[in-house]
């Protein structure tokens, strides 16, 4: 229940603080005071959408909070609109996502406001409806949420086959592609390899020429290089005996006849090796053509980018075989799921079909009682093609005078919507625990007796629940457990009207009754009886 409600800054509303108790809750106040103002705040607690425009004039926010006794403790719901138009939500002094806000909102109190009547009108609704009278709350949503699956995997199931469909097309191209570059046996580091082999192959004869001059340097003269620097060492290693220092030299002189051994020796050898065939010459630059060939074509600048162009195309090959086994994978799933949501969709429906025949009978009793004695209401089912609330179309069928029942928004008034809806609702509250449960003039449109039959089924749902109704009928009003006031005054120095509630008690509340009863000239008969229906509601 709504145990407390704070306000500040909201519309007309300086500073508001009201305690509420348990039971039937009655809100009057002439037009324009500001009932539609606390409904407006206790719609931000659900979730409303949040405008700038609601803050009080001067102020810089406003704030709405709402305390409420659960099952499960004291929930404090607050929300918070800045002038920037941005707004924050708290549950229990903890900042969460609108969202959150709204679903604790929709379990902590219920709005029924005018226009909600013509809801009933709505396939959807009316399937809401029943679905809650028949217990099937829970299954409508294990209904939705496969629906959600369902689609869910469709659209995977298309997005794989129309990625297979363009694999199978570029299939042909991309083997081709393969099999070329598979067919070339790549391999790391070969195309520089292979232009050193060119240029050596291209030039063979020079460079054996130049290597056998190098070697008649070695061998050539009347004194080969090699014999002349050993004579040489000989000849520093006597003078060592007289001359300390020619022995240095005469090291140095041998480790350079060293050195000059093995440059002969592998100048020799690279003479040995130079291979002046024109046929290794044919196969090297053939195979040279080919590497630029490819990496021309497939826009690379090294063997190694040709190699990851290979991967590619392999892994394509891959892919493609893992596509067709994705299709299959997704096609036995969308088969358990559509056997999963045709199984949830009977189960609804036989729920739905359980129960209409006693929810069309309980709302025509409950139409009865409001003066509607041969008034039938009656639930209709036909199926439909299966979707997220399973594969019913419901209908409400409404005859005022016990002849053909048809269509409720053909042939219902005003007046006889708000008693329809009010039997739903007094049906609904002893099914979904709700615990506030808020009327705003849910009794438009009917006077007198009826409106005596209206106060007493809401006392009655009153006697379980805590109700608020917003009324302007006097038999509503004097039902009440507690009766309170909406007022607006206007201040003139300031220049601004201020909304507020006040408690009314004793001969205040006879007063207001009084007011509703006759207008504003309020006479001792309306006074009288007044004090009649409130000694009727005690």
Known sequence: MLQSLHIRNFVLIDSLDVQFPEGLVIITGQTGAGKSILLGALGLLAGDKADPSLIRAGADNCVVEGIFNTTEGERIIRRVIYSSGRSRSFIDDCPVQLQELSELGGRLFDIHSQHQSLLL????????????????AA???DCRKAWDRLGECERELDRVREASRRSRAESDYNSAQLRELEAAALRSGEL?????????????EEIRERLQTAMDCFNGGEIPVREALQQARKALEHAARYLPGASSLSERIDSARIELDDIFSEVENEAERIDTSPQRLEQVEQRLSLLYRLMTKHGCSTVDGLIE???????????????????????????GLKSQHESLCKRLHDMRANAAASFSAEVTDGLSFLELERARFQVRLTGTAPGPSGSDTVEFLFSA??????ELAKCASGGELSRIMLSLKALMARFDGMPTLIFDEIDTGVSGS?????????CRMGETMQVFSITHLPQVAAKGTVHYLVSKTFDSRSGRSTSGITLLQGEARVQEIAR?????????????NARALLSEGA
């Open 450 to 458: 009826v409106a005596a039959r209206m106060g007493q089924m809401i």
């Open 309 to 335: 162009v290979r991967e590619r195309y392999a892994s394509m090959a891959v892919d493609a075989e893992g596509l067709e086994d994705r299709i299959a994978t997704l096609e036995k799933q969308l088969s």
């Open 121 to 136: 009108t709505d396939r959807q609704f009316q399937l809401g409806l029943l679905d809650r009278y028949a217990g099937a």
């Open 139 to 141: 299954a409508s949503e």
């Open 192 to 204: 520089e390899s292979l232009e050193e082999e060119q240029l050596a192959l291209g030039n063979a």
């Open 401 to 406: 005078d016990g002849a053909r029942s048809i």
């Open 516 to 528: 509703l009863l006759s207008g504003e000239s309020i006479t001792a008969e309306a006074v009288a």
